[in-house]
């Protein structure tokens, strides 16, 4: 790895402009959130300004891993990013389950998928076949994610297959749903090894993204810290004030978690996967958004339902409701025909985008 | 297009055999099905008759679309295809759905995907390859074409999923129904610049054919017109024989609309499909007959629906029966697979016949 | 085909060490069979000399045919090997079906294509890709494979849908299910010519396997009658000790069918796949374990359908469990993406191992 000893490690916190607007917009989100949330600020109001700080934080963390990483090479900061990047998704679920809100966590799970693979996927389709036409996927590597994307999904939904078509085995869900969580973490176990060798967020094919890290360690590690934190307390505010607001708002739970949860808890890597493709790094876009759902599958999922049997949070299960099931199907099947094909065109992105407003819209109704 | 500087439109009209042909075998047809509906010619008879003429002047109005077209560029032609090609298939449907035929409607879209899917592409592989050995489709464009197609079906059969798996939806069929027609003729009306500025029916690729427009424009215009017009009368009156013909043979409403009404409404394409592949013009004719299930996907079914609506008719909605949703899933994963083998044998060929008989079969029984 | 006059025939009969092992086994497993078979040995005993007994003599018809087949040149020896290689599958399941168990029989059927699909490729994957590193499997010849693999299996689970999904056809499963029988028999039939002239046990490109034959003629048939025969008695011994020994083991059904006798009626297959892979032959590998789902489908269920209703057994229909449908159509895309994907990695064996792991154990409570 070249790369790290090319770079000089900071010994003075060097601000960009981003950091400051992430920081000082984070801090205010932040504020606006528990003045809502505790000098009372209606039923919508609350929610808006926990869920912008949310994502806020989450672009915090995000930026703060990236910094302290580069310092164990570029394999422990993937796996670093992997590990803290679904932190505020993570807050936000265990929240919810406290709450007893187990629809809206299994609908927010499905949903995040659906929103990377769709989507953000679509969009950046979209921005990127635009700006500068067909643009290539065909890399072994785009392959490779996507059959492992392929593969985790497939063993994440076996049990709610199970439970709708094999009655003997819906009697047991709890148990088989703990079993194939194991399995799943296992699995991420066994990616762990060879992704801290290589660089699963895709950065090794990104020689552009050179530069040394800008804030010394004791900055990254405090501001971590506090983020982490911060987002702890807001998802909790996030989870308080979303029942209120969907129910003035009139939106439906399902609705409510595939989309409304589903598009804050993945904010920033939306963002981060449409600008690349703005900028014709489609390669690198592409793993951004599709490493997502994998770790959805192999961690986020299956770490949520250890954590709520150990817990004893409301029960949470793989078995989800079947439209979710058939809707992260076809989300999985056509993604991986679309990576097979080997380029994307902007009609592809707007076809995928029609995809995902026709699935949200039949979750409209509950 | 260099191609249009070279050719001289026809100031007369030069008719080559197969016009005499499709003319006056047409003429014929048509003469006789109005002598079988009219004068009273049993029950077989004037299905048989109006289906065959349906048949002639559904390739009527393809070739003076194609006579037509040439003055205006290849892109145009291929959108004004598009177009008229499916003329004689949506006043069918019209007639049958102001009938109140809403099920076999609902089963000849469904059958006019798996006709050309299945048996239209497998007739082709079969021909082609025992012709001229294994045959290549691994072009961009094929995967590209398949690509397109998958997400159409794909956003087309969503709310039959939602109907059947979510509860809350089923509710609100004829609502999504509505919305997800709009956003697949919106998803159309995107793919259209493109659409004029390439050449969608594939003629690019298709060097051979480079024949000078030989009818002149009144020529084309009016049989067009005719044509046009014919097709409107005489898909009545195969839908009005359909029913006792049906009864008459002991076939059922589902087979009927699965088998023959698809297989008769799309004849012209499957003819041209299989006698380009027995030509080892295998990428031209996999382009034609993928471009029909794109078409009736993204302008045919939801047309329909729109219509169905506005005018009153028996309420048509995108709502199939869960075994046409089944059968075209199958269909549509099975060609994408095959596309992207890259290359087809005639031992394909003949299994997806046989999974298309296997289907077809299946649907023997109402 | 120089390849056989290149090849001395055997005069006199040449034993490996690998001969009498097998042979050794074999007589000594069928003798331990016999004897706890009928001097009584309680309830596991007898069922497990049996399993291992059937899979020896399944062993030794290979060798045989193998022997045998070399002087009919390599398209022969591939159509016999399709032919007999299943021959103590064809014999379990017919006993089984005459004691009435045709839950078992269909698990069994389903089972064998997901071992090979699941557990032994991945198996291959993870043995092969830890000693190799990435193995390739971008061929036109695998592709080729896989697709035909998903043809047929497409095929034979129409009717289980058509059943579930299609009421009027539910009526009807005994005729539809004979009638794709037949469908999938007279495709195996349009096969054999093309599998005939070329090498379809993938030898062809396996040059390094071009010992001479190392038996007389007369040994082999010898041999293979002798074995053909026993195997015959003991799976006789084997499905009647079947039913006991999961009572005693108290596994359901359902659970033995899947994973027991499917793996123990396929083990040879199995461990010649992943010895393959650990020699870094990836290709043969790969043809071996996907060749034996497409002979499931195209020839032993239908058979099998066919002949337990020619001889009045318990009548087998092609309408599978619910979730032996599920199941087999996620395997068999999963293969499908991996194919296509062009290469193999462990992780990828490894996640198949974890999808197998995960439907075998949702097949647990019965």
């Avoid at 070249?2 to 060097?14: D, G, L, V, Y």
């Avoid at 990616?191 to 967020?201: A, C, D, H, I, V």
């Avoid at 250890?306 to 004893?312: E, I």
Wanted: proline share 4%; charged share 10%.
């Amino acid at each position: 790895m070249p790369a790290t000893t090319t770079r000089t490690a900071a010994e003075q916190p060097t601000f960009i402009r981003s950091d400051y607007v992430v920081l000082g917009a984070g801090t205010l989100a932040v504020l606006a959130a528990a003045v809502t949330r505790f000098a009372g600020g209606g039923a919508v109001l609350p929610f808006v300004c926990s869920a912008v700080a949310v994502t806020l934080l989450a672009s915090l963390v995000g930026r703060s891993v990236e910094q302290l990483g580069d310092r164990f090479g570029p394999g422990a900061t993937g796996v670093l990013q992997s590990a803290l990047g679904n932190l505020p998704e993570l807050f936000i679920a265990l929240f919810a389950l406290k709450a007893g809100l187990v629809g809206v966590v299994q609908a927010a799970l499905i949903g995040s998928i659906l929103a990377n693979l769709l989507l953000v996927l679509g969009l950046a389709f979209v921005v990127g076949g635009l700006k500068h036409g067909t643009q290539q996927l065909d890399s072994e590597r785009a392959r490779s994610i996507i059959v492992l994307m392929v593969l985790s999904v497939a063993a994440m939904v076996v049990p709610s297959l199970a439970h709708y078509v094999h009655t003997p085995a819906a009697a047991h869900e709890k148990t088989l749903s703990l079993i194939v969580s194991v399995v799943l973490l296992v699995l991420f176990a066994l990616t762990l090894p060879s992704s801290l060798r290589k660089q699963p967020s895709g950065a090794e094919q990104d020689p552009d993204h050179t530069e040394a890290p800008r804030w010394p360690i004791w900055l990254a590690v405090g501001l971590l810290a506090a983020a982490a934190a911060a987002a702890a307390f807001v998802s909790d505010w996030f989870v308080v004030a979303l029942e209120p607001a969907m129910g003035a708002l009139n939106i439906s739970d399902a609705f409510a978690g595939l989309v409304i949860v589903a598009i804050a808890g993945n904010a920033i890597e939306n963002v981060v996967g449409v600008q690349l493709a703005a900028q014709n790094r489609s390669e690198y876009a592409f793993a951004i958004v599709i490493n997502s759902p994998i770790q959805i599958a192999l961690v986020l999922a299956p770490l949520l339902v250890v954590l709520s049997a150990v817990f004893g949070f409301a029960s949470l299960t793989l078995v989800f409701a079947p439209m979710l099931v058939v809707s992260v199907v076809i989300a999985v099947i056509l993604t991986a025909f679309i990576t097979f094909d080997g380029e994307s065109t902007w009609i592809e992105g707007a076809a995928l985008i029609a995809v995902y407003a026709v699935i949200a819209t039949s979750f409209w109704w509950g």
